[in-house]
C-alpha cells in the first residue's frame, strides 16, 4: 500500500501538479474562498439522497435508482477533475448514503495522492457527536481538507436543525473554521429555517426574495411562488455566480466561466443541470473544455447563441412544442422545453433523473 511519502505513478503527475497548487491556496485562504475564487468541479456520487428538497436541481430523492459510483472509477474521475485545477469535491445526492463504498473511494483516492478537497453533505447522518467525529476524522486521516454543509429552509423540512448545528461545530474543531463551507447563520437562525419550511407563507416570501433557479424539482414545487411574465419580458437574473447575465448562455458553456462542472454516475459531463457534454470514460473533462462546451451538441450551440428562447423555438419547429406564453426565469423555460425535447434526445438531454 501506498504511503503519503511514496512517489506516485506517472500517469497522475498532472492532476497531483494541479492540485498541489490547489492545495496550497486552500491553505492560504481557506476552503469557501478558494472555491469561490477557483471554482469548482464535482464528482456526483449518487443521484439518491436521505430527503428531497424541494429547491434540489436535480430532483434528488432516495426513491431514485440504486446507483452509486464505483470507487475504481471515482477515483479515476477524481484525477480528470484534478486536472482542471479547481476546488474539487465529492457530492450527490447523498453521498454519506454510501458511507463503505464512500470510504473505500477515499481510501484509494488517498493513496494516489487524488483525494478530494472536501465532501458535501446535507447533514442528515449526524444524529449523534461519534459519527460525526469518526467520520471526519476519516476524511481528514484520507486527505480531504474540509466539508460543505448545506443548511436553509429547503433542507431544514427533512434533517433537524441540531444534525446541522453538530455537524458545524465539530467540522470546526477537525478541520478549522476556514474549511467548513456553511451558513455563518446563529444556531438560533438554523433551527427557525424548520419553522420557515413549516410556514407557507414564510416559505412562499423566502422564495421571492431568494428565488433558487427554476429546474429540476424546484420548478415543480416553488416556482409557483413567483409571479410569472411573459417570456418576451423575464426579468434579468444571476447565472450560477456572478450578476444578471444576457439573454443567451454563452458564460454557462466558458470553459473558465462556469461555476461548476460534474460527472455523475453514469459518466455525464455536465456544468448545467441535466445537458450533457460528454461521457467521462471516452474523453478526459479537460480535453471537452479544451475543444469547447458551447459546441459540444447542438442544445449548447442554441443556448449559447439564442438562450432558452431559441431553443423553444427550435422545439416548436421541429416538433410542436407549445411555447408557455408566461415564465418566472429563463432557466425555468429551458427546463420545460429539454423536458419536453428528451424522449427526442436523450443522449444529450439527460440523466432521467432530473427530468422524471
Known sequence: MAGAADKPPACFSEPLMQRDVVDQRIRQIGLAKAGREMKVAAI????????????????????????????????????QLHELGRVVHVAGGEPMLYWD????????????????????????????????????????????????????????????????IRARRIARQV??????????????????????????????????????????????ELARFVEPAPIDQIPPMRAWTGGPRPRHCAAEFDADEIW???????????????????????VAVRELMARGLREANFVTGILSQEGPWGLAEFARRE????????????????????????????????????YE
Open 44 to 79: 456526483l456520487f449518487t443521484y439518491r439522497c436521505t430527503i428531497s428538497c424541494r429547491h434540489c436541481l436535480f430532483a434528488c430523492t432516495r426513491a431514485r435508482p440504486d446507483v452509486v459510483m464505483d470507487p475504481h472509477r471515482c477515483v479515476r474521475y477524481l484525477g
Open 101 to 164: 463504498v464512500l470510504a473505500e473511494t477515499l481510501q484509494l483516492a488517498d493513496e494516489r495522492h487524488l483525494s478530494p478537497h472536501f465532501i458535501e453533505t446535507n447533514c442528515s447522518f449526524a444524529k449523534d457527536d461519534a459519527v460525526v467525529r469518526q467520520r471526519f476524522g476519516y476524511f481528514k486521516q484520507r486527505g480531504v481538507l474540509g466539508v460543505l454543509l448545506s443548511a436553509d429552509p429547503y433542507h431544514q423540512q427533512s434533517v433537524p436543525p441540531g444534525n446541522f
Open 175 to 220: 478541520f478549522g473554521q476556514e474549511n467548513v463551507w456553511a451558513t455563518d447563520a446563529s444556531d438560533e437562525q438554523v433551527r427557525d429555517y424548520a419553522e420557515i419550511a413549516r410556514d407557507e407563507a414564510r416559505l412562499s416570501e423566502y422564495v421571492r426574495t431568494s428565488p433558487p433557479m427554476f429546474v429540476g424539482r424546484a420548478c415543480a
Open 260 to 282: 461548476e462542472v460534474h460527472v455523475d454516475p453514469y459518466d455525464n459531463v455536465q456544468t448545467n443541470c441535466g445537458v450533457i457534454l460528454g461521457k467521462a470514460d471516452r
Open 319 to 354: 416538433h410542436g412544442f407549445q411555447v408557455p406564453e408566461t415564465a418566472r426565469q429563463k432557466c425555468e423555460l429551458c427546463y420545460l422545453t429539454r423536458r419536453f425535447l428528451r424522449p427526442h434526445y436523450g443522449e444529450v438531454l439527460g440523466p432521467a433523473e432530473i
